[in-house]
């Protein structure tokens, strides 16, 4: 299994948010008629397809997930650059554990270089990072990492980039749950002034505050399911479904997501007459 699985292989101001005349639509958006004006402006991905990619290549999974990898930076830069808001990933759920050991830990492991590896460049260009999902079950080093990058680039608000990691939308609810319940149990609380309201505040994507519900939520490698992300959230999301794998998911695949979503009447139940 190891073998079949492992690879050949100062915080600084936000300077974007004190520039002067709003820049110019980057050359991409203009080409495809794409209106920056109504960009969604919380995206948000289920990165699927990795092993697909690597079997299809005769390469080991660990391969896809490298080229996962650098299809997010991908990802992360073009959302920076167009001037979207949020992008929340879907990196590991809680139901990946029950994948094989070794590839847990890669997984985790290639999040926290990544992390690493990206952090200067975020905290230069305005990328807020947080991880969502449930801390207890990340290994020790890992949690380091994501107290490190969160405190560093606390201070940016062009792009928060939130990684869910140990993930899960049922998992999310019950946590901000059991939130209110210590509250009413202290007495801060009465069971009759929890809404919708409150317990969104309680979910982990309350972390980016009035953007925590996505606009647009993409899935590629084919399938169409939401496979436990963002139940609570994405009760009025637009979904794109994409048969790219996620390590093709490039520029091209991304703008077409875009201009899909820029077709879209969104309603949220009532009429627009
Ligand atoms: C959901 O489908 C997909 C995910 C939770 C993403 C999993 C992605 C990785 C483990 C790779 C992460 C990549 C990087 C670059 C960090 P599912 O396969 O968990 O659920 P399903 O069985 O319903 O399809």
Redesign the pocket.
Same mark, same amino acid.
Do not use: T, Y
């Given at each position: 299994m190891l073998s079949r699985f492992l690879s050949v292989t100062a915080r600084l101001p936000d300077r974007s948010l004190h520039a002067g005349a709003a820049p110019p639509p980057p050359h991409a958006l203009v080409k495809r008629g794409i209106r920056r004006e109504s960009l969604p402006r919380h995206v948000a991905v #289920?990165?699927?397809g +990795?092993g697909r990619w690597a079997q299809a290549r005769g390469l080991p999974t660990a391969e896809g997930?490298e080229a $996962? $990898?650098r *299809? =997010?930076e991908r990802t992360v830069r073009l959302s920076r650059d167009w001037g979207i808001r949020a992008l929340t #990933?879907? *990196?590991?759920?809680q !139901? +990946?554990f029950g @994948?094989p050991q070794v !590839?847990v830990d890669y #997984?985790m492991a =290639?999040?926290q270089r990544?992390i690493r590896k990206n952090l200067d460049e975020y905290v230069r260009t305005g990328v807020r990072v947080h991880v969502i999902g449930d801390p207890s079950r990340r290994p020790a080093s890992l949690q380091g990492t994501v107290r490190e990058a969160e405190e560093m680039t606390g201070n940016n608000s062009r792009l928060h980039l939130a =990684? *869910?990691t140990c993930y899960g939308g049922r998992w999310d609810i019950v946590q901000a749950c059991r939130q209110l319940a210590r509250q009413v149990e202290g007495g801060a609380l009465k069971p009759d002034d929890i809404d919708e309201s409150l317990l969104a505040g309680k979910l982990a994507t309350s972390v980016v505050g009035e953007l925590s519900c996505p606009d647009l939520v993409i899935r590629t490698s084919g !399938?169409q @399911?939401m496979? +436990?992300?963002l139940m609570w959230q994405s009760a009025y999301s637009e979904l794109y479904f994409t048969d790219a794998l996620?390590p093709d998911f490039d520029e091209d695949e991304y703008l077409r997501a875009l201009k899909s979503f820029q077709g879209r009447e969104r309603r949220f139940g009532t009429r627009n007459v």
């Open positions: #289920v990165m699927d +990795n997930h $996962g $990898g *299809a =997010l #990933v879907f *990196a590991f759920s !139901e +990946n @994948r !590839e #997984v =290639l999040i990544m =990684l *869910a !399938e @399911r496979s +436990n992300f996620w």
